[in-house]
């Protein structure tokens, strides 16, 4: 193994960037857009936007259920020995979430997600998620994440399903803020 020297067997690179509008305390729309490249499941380069509807299931201290749908638009570019080089994907997307948190430090998670390839119906991806969050700071968590993806009609010469575990430092920006000390102001 020595010899041979570094070998790449695994690469993944997602960043998405997401704007939620609330209409109320329970709904949102929601506009996201995002990159990705992962060459081991064929995918050279994906850009795509979406847009949808939120609402809060279950809005408890301790419990979250989030229900989400909406419409995917993605731009996919794949590995040079695929052919064809890219193509348009439009999939109506379901997501649905449940979070509980331990106590304050403490947060479980699972996810949902689901897209449908809307000129090719039997082309579906599923999306499974289990994390486990531990806060250090009221801004920096530490999440840790098993994902499962399957793809019913992968990219030619790929894999249906990629599994892949990952370490997450997360830092949220705009969280709440702690409580003030001293007495309450009246």
Known sequence: ERAIGFERTSQKFVTDARYDRFLGRLNSVYMMGGWMNNPFTGYARRLHGQSGFSRFLVAQETHEVVGETGFDVAHERYVEEVEPREDMVYA?????????????????????????????PEDVRLIGEVSLSLR??????????????????????????????????????FGQLPEPVGPPVP
């Open 92 to 120: 109506a997307r379901g997501y649905v979430s449940w979070t509980t948190t331990v106590d304050e430090m403490i947060q479980l998670g699972n996810s949902f997600e689901s897209f449908v390839n809307v000129e090719e």
């Open 136 to 173: 250090a700071s009221n801004v920096l968590s530490v999440k840790t994440t098993y994902l499962v993806e399957h793809e019913t009609t992968p990219i030619e010469g790929f894999r249906e399903t990629d599994q892949m575990m990952a370490l997450t430092l997360v830092a949220s920006l």
